[in-house]
């Protein structure tokens, strides 16, 4: 059986289209100028229902150090293989080495080689 599509109202749209920064009330009074009657009720749980659908967030490792993130490791060598390709790719392969020795340097003092 196929799945059937939530049809959104163009009040959720234009709630969604908003940054999440904006304030209810800003959300409300720019949808009134745009002739559209929404509550700051509407706001929040149209905001809410769309925290809920993203994805969650994974837990990484912190470096005892400085509390920075150390990632976590790549599920497959391919995986890895092809990030790796990736950046090289966006960023130059000089920032990619540059940035793979720095991180290299963090590993070995968390391990203390």
Request: proline share 7%.
């Amino acid at each position: 059986m196929p799945k059937i599509a939530k049809r959104t109202t163009p009040k959720s749209d234009f709630i969604r289209a908003q940054p999440p920064t904006m304030s209810a009330a800003d959300v409300v009074a720019k949808a009134k100028a745009h002739k559209l009657k929404i509550s700051r009720a509407l706001v929040y749980m149209v905001r809410g229902s769309s925290r809920r659908r993203a994805k969650p967030t994974t837990r990484r490792a912190t470096s005892p150090g400085n509390g920075a993130p150390l990632g976590r490791p790549a599920s497959t060598s391919s995986s890895a293989e092809a990030l790796l390709l990736a950046l090289g790719a966006e960023i130059g392969l000089g920032k990619a080495v540059e940035i793979l020795e720095g991180e290299r340097a963090k590993v070995r003092a968390a391990i203390g080689g």
